[in-house]
């Protein structure tokens, strides 16, 4: 097969995100996208303004089979054949569908055995962490600006902990099923794409399991004393499960942050790659809830008392991170990337950058992460 | 007191008033293998079987294993086992269960093993703080309990087709340490033992009968507990979500939180919020 016959694979494959809507972006245009695609939200930006182009994928049964014929036609350098069937597909993008199929590119790789021994073994960490003894030296108070954070947070009353602990709890049910919900409900029964939405559970399920793993072990062997642990013995009784039980020494870093971030950021993993809401803004508002929601969730855990600053800080950056990294290098970097906006420009290709910043001003000393699409 | 009566007379009025539901349009396929087509529980031939139903979401598992003959999973008579794994422990339940198409009985026994919790000493209200207190003996229980469950679909009744869902049981408590309370953790609820009784009403509704979106199903739920000896009730309210994904696979969401009770317990006192899915799988042909 020769370069244009390779050049055109491509191009079917482009057809599955709908060559009908392809814009293609030149490089003059370069700094308006990237401008367009950051947005702020404590510190975490993402964007997927580009995303907006997104048309409906192929269905998973029909189209695909006539991408496969294109496919197969371009193989044997029949690519006027192969155009008319891009073509064919294009008109079927005209008038979208509104459960229309999503497809799993064929670039990238399936949940794999090693990913399952992943799987298992984060869940391994975790119980184990849990049934490890706890070390009898135990990390104690604030560093940095820990202790300022907690006198402004900090909830007053013990019913307002509560409530915020509940909310917190709340919040982490939420972005932990909605990678889940989007991926059975949305991908599988909505959109009728079950491959999809078992690869996306999956991968998911992958994501959690190992961020639950690490956070787990670390916890154990940093024994960072919870915020509240100097209020055992005077505004809470000694017996009480907070106070006499191991769970008050697993402070560092947060779990219900670490998950709710890396459950968000799989989710807009997800999205970014196949627009299980249709594309363009509902994907993007799909991210930016999910991030809402954790953000708000590792807020609540400071305003309780349950964990410091600097363990939610901590718990976001690490699960944010395996979130994003983990579907990307071992799923969605392999295709063509041409799913994001059905074009092979090179531009075009989802970008992932992530990195923290010092900032310093009159208002603001610290660290802000910048998250790029 | 005046909402059992209330629900039962609406009850009683929509079987009157409606006739029932024709079976909606049976799944296609299994969910993971959809290839393969699936016939409905409630089509498929009598037999002895193995099934398993298995919920599971954020933070439970759930699986429920059932021996019997029938139809699994619609009517059937048989065994059923039903070990619990959560945060707070550990719980086995096995019973015996009768299920028809519009209503199923069961009775058995749930053991609780408590990680954290102890009996709790009598107080006239409690918080979260105080069941967690760990004073008393560690909380180990047995509950003995009765259920009479009712479905009843319901077409064009309500805005459209839907169904009326019932359940009451009675629980009696043992293993309990002299002079103590419990907190019943399937209940949720403070129980000064032995006795409870629970009824829940509620109506699942379907934005349509034919088509895709006849497989979502959402509605209000009314429960109440009753603690006769703390002579004490418990309210809670608030609604069901379930989306029927394949004949295997269902999308649940419970958000009964309880509204009006002696104890002021937040989340652990109701089902407060709760997202999973359940799978259905069962031996045979």
């Known amino acids: ?16 995100s709908g060559p009908a809507r392809l814009v293609p972006v030149s490089h003059r245009a370069a700094p308006a996208l990237f ?16 995303h907006a182009q997104v048309p ?95 006198d402004a947070l900090r909830l007053h009353t013990p019913s307002a902990r ?63 004393e919870r915020p509240y642990g100097r209020e055992c013995g005077g505004e809470l009784a000694e017996q009480t499960r907070d106070c006499g039980a191991r769970d008050r020494y697993y402070s560092f870093y947060s779990g219900h942050s670490s998950q709710s971030f890396a459950a968000a950021a799989v989710n807009c993993m997800h999205h970014a790659y196949v627009p299980l809401y249709g ?33 939610v800080l901590v718990g976001a950056l690490i699960g944010t991170t395996t979130g994003l990294m983990l579907p990307w290098a071992l799923h969605y970097r392999h295709g063509s990337g041409t799913q994001l906006r059905g074009s092979t420009n090179e531009l075009d290709r989802p970008k992932l950058e992530l990195s923290v910043r010092p900032a310093f001003g009159a208002d603001f000393n610290g660290l802000y992460g910048v998250l790029v699409f | 007191m005046t909402l059992l009566p209330t629900a039962t007379l609406v009850l009683l009025h929509g079987l009157a008033a409606a006739p029932l539901a024709v079976e909606k349009p049976p799944a296609e396929t299994y969910f993971f293998s959809p290839s393969r087509v699936f016939v409905p529980w409630s089509q ?74 102890s009996f709790l000493e009598p107080r006239k209200s409690y918080s979260v703080e105080d069941i967690e207190l760990q004073s008393g003996p560690d909380s180990q229980f047995l509950t003995w309990e009765a259920e009479l469950g009712l479905n009843l679909p319901l077409d064009h009744f309500l805005f459209g087709s839907g169904g009326f869902l019932a359940e009451f049981a009675g629980s009696y408590v043992t293993g309990v340490a002299d002079g103590y309370f419990v907190y019943e953790e399937t209940l949720r609820v403070v129980v000064d033992p032995p006795w409870v009784w629970r009824a829940r009403v509620g109506y699942l509704w379907s934005p349509a009968s034919q088509s895709k979106e006849a497989a979502v199903q959402l509605g209000p739920v009314v429960e109440l507990v009753g603690l006769p000896g703390r002579d004490a009730l418990v309210l809670r309210a608030g609604g069901l979500v379930r989306i029927t994904l394949s004949g295997d696979l269902e999308a649940r969401g419970t958000f009964v939180p309880a509204v009006a009770a002696p104890d002021a317990l937040g989340m652990r006192g109701g089902d407060a919020f709760l997202l999973g899915i359940r799978y259905r799988w069962a031996s045979g042909p």
């Not at chain 1, 097969?1 to 599955?16: L, P, Q």
């Not at chain 1, 367009?36 to 997927?48: E, K, N, P, Y």
């Not at chain 2, 422990?89 to 058995?108: D, E, I, S």
Request: glycine share 10%.
């Open chain 1, 162 to 224: 509560r409530w915020a602990r509940d909310g917190s709890d709340i919040g982490i049910t939420i972005n932990e099923s909605w990678p889940f919900f989007d991926a059975l409900v949305v991908a599988g029964w909505y959109r009728d794409s079950p491959q999809v939405g078992v690869q996306q559970a999956l991968i998911s399920a992958e994501v959690l399991s190992v961020t639950a793993g690490v956070q787990g072990l670390v916890s154990l062997f940093a024994s960072r």
């Open chain 1, 279 to 311: 594309g363009g803004a509902a994907d993007s508002w799909a991210c930016v809830g999910s991030f809402g929601v954790a953000a708000t969730t590792a807020l609540l855990r400071v305003a309780t008392d349950v964990h410091y600053v600097s363990d």
């Open chain 2, 44 to 117: 498929q031939p009598q037999r002895w079987f193995g099934a398993l139903e298995f919920d599971t979401g954020f933070l439970y598992v759930r699986p429920r294993f059932e021996l019997g003959y029938g139809r699994p999973h619609a009517s059937w008579v048989g065994l059923e086992l039903n070990p619990i794994f959560s945060e707070e422990g550990v719980a086995g339940y096995a019973g015996l269960r009768v299920a028809q198409r519009f209503w199923h009985l069961r009775a058995g026994g749930r053991y609780w093993y408590t990680f954290h919790r």
């Open chain 1, 56 to 150: 409906q994928l192929a269905p998973e049964r029909g189209d695909v089979a006539r991408a496969d014929v294109a496919r197969a036609d371009v193989a044997r350098g029949d690519v006027a054949r192969a155009d008319v069937a891009r073509g064919d597909v294009a008109r079927a993008d005209v008038a979208p569908v509104p459960a229309a199929p999503v497809v799993w590119d064929p670039a990238w790789p399936k949940f794999r055995i090693g990913e399952w021994i992943a799987a298992g073994a984060g869940l391994a960490a975790l119980l184990s962490s849990r049934m490890l003894a706890v070390p009898n030296a135990h990390w104690q108070g604030g560093i940095g600006f820990d202790e300022a954070a907690r």
């Open chain 1, 35 to 50: 401008a367009r695609s950051c947005v702020c939200a404590f510190g975490v930006v993402w964007s997927l303004g580009a």
């Open chain 1, 1 to 16: 097969m020769g370069s244009r016959a390779e050049k055109d694979v491509r191009n079917v494959y482009a057809t599955r």
